[in-house]
């Protein structure tokens, strides 16, 4: 048949819901991430902690294995707070990690070969755009921060029972809360460095570099300036800050409550703020 008597009618198959549309994205996304080996790797080393930490908890309530490996009760850390604590703080740093991996492969691609048209030229918004790509950091790393974490809040709660958990319920809110506060904040800032740095690598080096040299600059304006401001422009210390409100620690920070949630609030728009002026359907040349 000749290409002029072919009509051209409508799509008539099966549509996708407008409000899962951004799974299609995420989809996409995995099957391109997962490509790496190295990956896969890093995904189950991140295992290896939470899983020291649940034979930590088993050991703590078997007193025959202590006995046989000769150890004493008191030779292990208490599982509270402060447990928890230390479990965040080291999956942060692997969620950190992962991040550099992962996000700059997001949004740059899509910017670098011009597809960025062809996604929103479609029934697909910007936020659409957005959250699909987002969802794939909120995804894995949610696998490595506060899912293991839950897993060893029921692993204690099964040895102890109700009688550790009704006093200790507040300690499942923070290993939720916590860790997706993380999450939240790596991912805005992995999308707008991708959307921004069209270069895989140098996205990558420049959210390990805004982690680990802000703090060595926080660090040198402190003993400089001898002041504690310094600490606003570290992202480990602001989020320390938190984490340990929410799990009633100990430990002595060098902001307040009100000044680290500020800091991420302002992470935050600046973030969004990027990624809005880089996710349009078209590019003006100068």
Not at 3 to 28: C, E, H, N, P
Not at 154 to 167: D, L, N, V
Request: aromatic share 12%; charged share 10%; glycine share 8%.
């Amino acid at each position: 048949m000749a290409v002029y008597k072919q009509t051209y009618k409508d799509y008539g198959g099966r549509r996708t819901a407008s409000w899962s549309r951004f799974l299609i994205l995420m989809r996409y996304s995995y099957a391109r991430v997962f490509q790496s080996r190295f990956l896969v790797l890093f995904l189950a080393l991140c295992f290896f902690y939470p899983l020291g930490c649940a034979t930590m908890i088993y050991l703590s309530h078997n007193s025959p294995v202590l006995a046989m490996l000769r150890l004493q009760p008191d030779a292990l850390p208490p599982i509270d707070g402060s447990f928890f604590y230390e479990f965040c703080v080291v999956q942060g740093v692997l969620a950190l990690l992962l991040t550099a991996f992962v996000g700059p492969s997001l949004i740059a691609p899509d910017l670098a070969n011009g597809g960025l048209a062809l996604y929103l030229s479609r029934p697909f918004s910007r936020t659409e755009y957005v959250a699909g790509k987002m969802a794939v950091l909120l995804v894995l790393l949610s696998l490595i921060t506060w899912v293991p974490g839950l897993l060893l809040y029921a692993i204690q709660a099964s040895c102890t029972g109700w009688t550790w958990i009704k006093p200790n319920l507040w300690l499942a809110r923070s290993l939720v809360l916590g860790p997706l506060i993380w999450i939240g904040v790596l991912s805005l800032i992995a999308l707008a460095l991708s959307a921004w740095v069209k270069w895989r690598i140098a996205a990558g080096a420049c959210i390990l570099g805004l982690h680990f040299v802000g703090a060595g600059f926080a660090q040198a304006i402190n003993e400089i300036l001898r002041t504690r401001k310094g600490s606003l422009i570290n992202s480990s210390e602001v989020i320390h800050t938190i984490w340990a409100s929410l799990f009633d620690t100990s430990r002595s920070t060098d902001l307040s409550v009100t000044q680290a949630w500020i800091v991420l609030g302002v992470t935050c728009l600046l973030s969004l703020g990027l990624l809005a002026r880089r996710i349009r359907g078209f590019e003006v040349i100068k």
